[in-house]
């Protein structure tokens, strides 16, 4: 969506809506109280917050039509709008009511949208700040009809405790805290709010080899975790690991591009193996830094729920407002009172980017190899991606919803639902099962090697394809085990896709 012109028309879709609904009976969005937040149900002491959940779900909520209680209709009175609320013992339970489920199974289908509790925390999540010990991992069962869990470390933070005390990739562990890792207990030992942990770790025959205690603390992340080029038989490749579409980066992974069209790479390598997405105007930008030969492209089409759509199309510029292009400015701040901070783009005009990714690859990372496609050869190497095709934004009780300006300072709640279904220019979406590779790599616990060294196995793979233009296919499929989580899944901007919705004055 077009970012500077999106206040604008929210006041407008909102007025739009106001007047334009012909349904009959109380609707809480166009027939509002006068002053809600005067006239607080006394039998509902979270009625504020309440309100303005169902109120912004109602209006944003990409799968409203699903949900039956977000019907524009469907309350004959407020009386009736404020005991449906009272109903719910929290704004959680009220929140998890309104999200789209399986009508068959009554179980969650959109495992995406989530309700903020605590607006500090989660920006501070989407900045890379994280309380860590610097080791981060994935964790898998040690055989098929087992209980018992194994973990290994898949990279090291830099300056954080795992590095100093010399934690390395592909090591094994089995225990945390003297109790043997399962399936039962394996969140709670590894990801919890402890300020330290000691790591049982554990030879490849999963024998204990020693004991070491790390000690968390908040670190912020650099998602660009290698940026180098490599020379490989006769070939000058630039290879990125990049691990998160972090908006607050968007400066330095342009300064990594500089760098590579100084040192005149002819391939690049984007690893994108433990990256679960981001910022979309990171996306966007990053697939700019790549091409560079189509500025005002159409980059993605965007689409949203029937009301939202409609308010959309009621304008003479949707198409503008529902396509996102390719630039030639990276934006690297974002103001609430005053014009955007942009700076020129470093851009290579690559017509093929090998893009390593697998099962832990989501949202903006698919984004990039969905919406390259049709412009370029995107050669995939992996395995299919998670399958994240929706975003998000953030929504606050705010005078306007998409920023803290004037925010409601009687509570600390925003709202992340998921608000557009994102497609290529060929109109692509909806993989729900992820992104098939064009040649299938699996990465082998076993044999993991050294992040950025020719030699690693992933990385090689990229390398032989750029220098013979083939590979054989599902090299290297050593892992026989399940893998049952790692060490982002539970924060909160784990797989997420996020929409910036702030506009330039």
């Known amino acids: 969506m077009k970012r500077i012109q999106y206040l604008a028309f929210l006041f407008a879709f909102v007025i739009f809506f106001s ?67 009272a109903n719910f013992e929290s704004p959680e339970s009220l929140f998890d009511n309104l999200l789209s489920k399986d009508l068959l199974l009554g179980q969650r289908k959109d495992r995406f949208s989530f309700l903020i509790n605590d607006i500090n925390t989660f920006k501070n999540a989407q900045s890379g700040v994280i309380t860590t010990s610097g080791m981060q991992f994935k964790v898998g069962l ?35 805290d003297g109790l043997k890792l399962t399936i039962d207990n394996f969140l709670d030992l590894l990801i919890n709010d402890n300020a ?129 292009r390719f630039s030639d400015k990276v934006t690297i701040e974002i103001k609430d009172d005053g014009p955007n901070i942009t700076e020129p783009m470093n851009s290579l005009n690559l017509n093929r980017v090998i893009v390593l990714a697998g099962s832990n690859s ?34 606050y009780d705010s005078e306007r919803v998409f920023t803290r300006q004037g925010i409601n300072p009687n509570h600390n709640y925003a709202l992340q639902p998921l608000i557009v279904k994102i497609a290529n220019k060929e109109g692509i979406t909806d993989f729900a099962n992820g992104l098939t590779p064009d040649y299938t790599f699996i990465e082998n616990a076993f044999k993991m090697g050294t992040l950025g060294d020719v030699f690693e196995p992933w990385l090689n793979e990229a390398l032989e394809y750029i220098v013979t233009g083939t590979l054989t296919e599902t090299k290297n499929n050593g892992n026989s085990f399940k893998e049952v989580g790692n060490s982002k899944m539970k924060q909160l901007n784990y797989q997420r896709m996020y929409v910036d919705m702030v506009p330039e004055k």
């Open 19 to 85: 007047c334009g609904s012909d349904d009959e009976g109380m609707d809480p969005i166009s027939d509002p109280d006068p002053d809600p937040k005067e006239e607080i149900d006394p039998d509902n002491e979270d009625f504020e917050i309440d309100d303005f959940i169902y109120e912004n779900m109602n209006l944003y909520y990409l799968y409203k039509e699903d949900v039956a209680d977000l019907a524009n209709n469907r309350w004959e009175s407020e009386q009736k709008y404020k005991q449906y609320l």
């Open 142 to 176: 040690i055989f098929q009809d087992s209980r018992d869990l194994f973990g290994y470390v898949t990279y090291v933070l830099p300056n954080t405790d795992a590095a100093t005390k010399g934690i390395q990739r592909g090591q094994f562990f089995t225990h945390v």
């Open 196 to 324: 330290s942990f000691t790591i049982g770790f554990a030879d490849q025959d999963f024998q204990r080899t020693e004991d070491i205690t790390l000690l968390k603390a908040q670190h912020i992340e650099d998602p660009i975790h290698i940026a180098k080029t490599l020379e490989f038989n006769g070939k000058r490749v630039g290879y990125l690991m990049y691990n998160e579409f972090n908006f607050d980066f968007n400066g330095q992974l342009n300064e990594v591009f500089a760098d590579f069209k100084a040192e005149g790479i002819s391939d690049l390598v984007l690893d994108l193996r433990y990256n679960g997405g981001g910022s979309v105007n990171t996306a966007i930008a990053l697939a700019g830094m790549i091409t560079g030969q189509f500025k005002g492209e159409i980059f993605t089409q965007n689409s949203h729920n029937k009301d939202y759509q409609a308010a959309i199309n009621n304008f003479a510029n949707a198409d503008e407002i529902l396509f996102d």
């Open 362 to 395: 989501a949202s903006a990372s698919e984004l990039i190899i969905n919406s390259l496609e049709p412009y370029i050869e995107v050669v995939h190497i992996g395995n299919n991606t998670t399958g994240k095709f929706q975003g998000s934004a953030t929504i």
